[in-house]
């Protein structure tokens, strides 16, 4: 015990000043750092709170986490890997990749793990952004926000649930260590991670119990192992594999393009009813897990095995929402319910109120979500008005139902790399998006939106926000997001410079 005269310890918090700080080091924090580093800033730090890099390939150890794009598409332009064992990767693979790609780059060194942003205050006098961390403090130039749409967990508030006196947890956060052989097991959710992990432990546990407040559409997934020689022929003839990631990219933009013009989804929605059909031959089961919405208004999901696991003699299926928790029962809103030892929750992420806007402030302390009022916005999904040089990856406004994050990403970084280069060769010391030109853009996308299968489809997704507007989505094709980011427009922000310190 410290004598009460004895001076309290402190923390001293050393300050780093470095010209660009990422907060994460998932793909796009690493993704960012490459690019950076490409555009000429050598002086960069990247802050991770967790200890090791990868977000969520590093958090989601499910079993049966996969990506759900092929990945070819799911991984770096300028760092193919011909090495994927399958032709969509498992999540050992990925982090690895994402571990060998850090490391082959550079960038792993420069990440400062266990290091989580409290605070990022926009300083006007200094140009510069002022930040927290549970440790050190950084002041930087330029901040980049790339903590994760898909981070956070989204918790259920169920009655009943916090008292359930088994074991509970979140599939982004699974514990290993409690041994589902035997076991009586509710899942509650139905999104892209239960349709993977649901068939990966039906054969083990007792009895498996499923929650869906709603169905999904579920397509066929085109998965396979991908052979030596193969990988042999994509590691020796790298136009090969250019051309694989190109045919990927045009069959899903075709998807893509029914989920603009949902009148050219009935042939894919079509593929949805007869996979379901070809599997699940009970025709009250079949009707269960038939959506009443239109396929692509939710995000699409692809398995081969998640029908298939559904009919197995040790699964109940409850198309119901879960309406509270009693003790060890389980009881969905048309009454029926379950008693069960472990509750696994595939509820998803806090996707559009991601942590980190409640963290970032402009300089009168107001804070992403205080300008956002729940609706997040950017201008080209990447700036905001009034955080002067701050860069939000995978922001919204980006979000597709069907092409790969790294599409979204790369299109963002090339923009990044622009307005860094002509910062630095204008003499520029700050650059804040003009309010009117992030209005008339999030008008022009809002518009685009109303006639999209995400807005029309007659469903409710993640896509909405809790205005019920979509500030997810982009409306045009990824090409379009490419060829709109490709080139920085000075013109759409005002800058201070470095002499004269006033507006240009
Ligand atoms: C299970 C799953 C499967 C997915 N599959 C696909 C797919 O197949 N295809 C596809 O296109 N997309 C997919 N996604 C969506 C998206 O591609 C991934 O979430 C992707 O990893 C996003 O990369 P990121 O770097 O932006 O975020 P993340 O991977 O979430 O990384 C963010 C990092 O920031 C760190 N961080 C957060 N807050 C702070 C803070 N305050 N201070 C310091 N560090 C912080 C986190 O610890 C994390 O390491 C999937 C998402 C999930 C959850």
Known sequence: MPHQDEPTTSVVRETHHVEALIIGSGLSG????????????????????????????????????????PSALYSYSFAPNPEWTRAFAGQPEIRAYLRDTA????????????????????????????????????TARFLIAAAGPWHEPRLPDIPGLADFPGEVFHSSRWRHDHDLTGARVAVIGTGASAVQFVPAIQPRVGRLHLFQRTAQWVLPKPDHYVPHAERRLLR???????????????????????????SLLRAVQKLGSLHLRATVKDPRLRRALTPDYTLGCKRLLLSNSYYPALTRPNVSVHATAVEA????????????????????????????????????????????????????????????SGFPNAFVLLGPHLGTGHSSAYMVLEAQLDYLAGAVRHFRAAGWTSMDVRPEVQAAFSAEVRQALSTTVYNTGGCSSYYLDVNGRNSFSWPWSTGRMRRRLAEFDPEAYTATSENSNRLL
């Not at 690493?30 to 555009?39: D, K, S």
């Not at 390939?57 to 996969?66: H, K, M, S």
């Not at 780059?105 to 290091?115: C, N, S």
């Open 325 to 384: 928790v009693r003790g060890s029962r389980v009881v969905g809103a048309d009454g029926s319910g379950a008693d069960v030892d472990t509750i696994i929750l595939g509820t998803g992420f806090h996707i559009l109120d991601m942590p980190i806007a409640g963290r970032v402030l402009d300089s009168d302390g107001a804070s992403l979500d205080d300008h956002w009022k729940g609706s997040p916005d950017a201008y080209l999904g990447t700036t905001v």
């Open 30 to 69: 690493i993704g960012a750092a490459v690019t950076l580093r490409n555009a000429g800033v050598r002086d960069l730090a990247v802050i991770e709170k967790a200890d090791d890099l990868g977000g969520t390939w590093r958090d989601n150890t499910y079993p049966g986490c996969a990506c759900d794009v």
């Open 236 to 262: 020796r003839f790298p136009a090969a594999q250019r051309a694989l990631r190109n045919a990927e990219y045009g069959a899903l933009e075709t998807l893509g393009l029914g989920f603009r013009h949902p």
């Open 103 to 138: 490391a082959r780059y550079g960038i792993t060194p420069l990440i400062r793990f266990g290091t989580e942003a409290i605070r990022a205050q926009w300083d006007p006098g200094a140009a510069r952004w002022r930040v927290e961390t549970n440790r050190d403090h950084y």
